[in-house]
């Protein structure tokens, strides 16, 4: 397995993982796919070196991605924070993929220089939060039943390691 910088050929494996992800009604707060030029502007928000995106292949084939943006964008502040997020292609679950992916984005926010990172995500994602607290995330916020998957209601919780 081979992890690298994303580049615009990848965009269409990336959208289908991502809409797989929001099939699951587990993975995002989003509840309907996207098209892979709706996908081209957040594609792009994340082509510098401040917020890098990169993507997992196996075989010569994405099968999965991890990326870091900005906290609350503009608020000073909060410079020092990213949030991380990734997604894996549902035919490569359980594999150790998003521990390889995880710890590569620590070590390269570590890099770049920030000093917290946070992962939010919706309570039902138990995989996650494993994941996470593999890391040594701890669980920092919780919004207690916001989130309406299509009549199941749940919580949205903030994750965080101080890098």
Request: charged share 30%; aromatic share 12%.
């Amino acid at each position: 397995m081979k992890i690298r910088i994303a580049n615009r050929n990848d965009l269409h494996a990336m959208t289908d993982i991502y809409n797989q992800a929001i099939m699951t009604k587990e993975s995002t707060a989003d509840l309907e796919t996207f098209s892979v030029e709706e996908r081209i502007q957040w594609f792009e928000s994340h082509q510098n070196k401040e917020y890098p995106l990169y993507v997992i292949e196996k075989d010569g084939q994405v099968i999965g991605y991890v990326y870091i943006s900005a906290y609350r964008p503009g608020r000073k502040a909060m410079k020092d924070t990213v949030e991380v997020s990734y997604y894996i292609h549902q035919g490569h679950l359980r594999q150790g993929i998003g521990s390889k992916l995880l710890e590569f984005m620590i070590n390269e926010a570590r890099e770049l220089n920030y000093k917290t990172m946070v992962a939010i995500l919706l309570e039902v994602n138990i995989a996650s939060i494993r994941l996470l607290e593999k890391f040594e995330f701890e669980e920092w916020g919780r919004l207690k039943d916001i989130a309406d998957l299509d009549g199941k209601i749940c919580s949205h919780l903030y994750y965080g390691l101080k890098l």
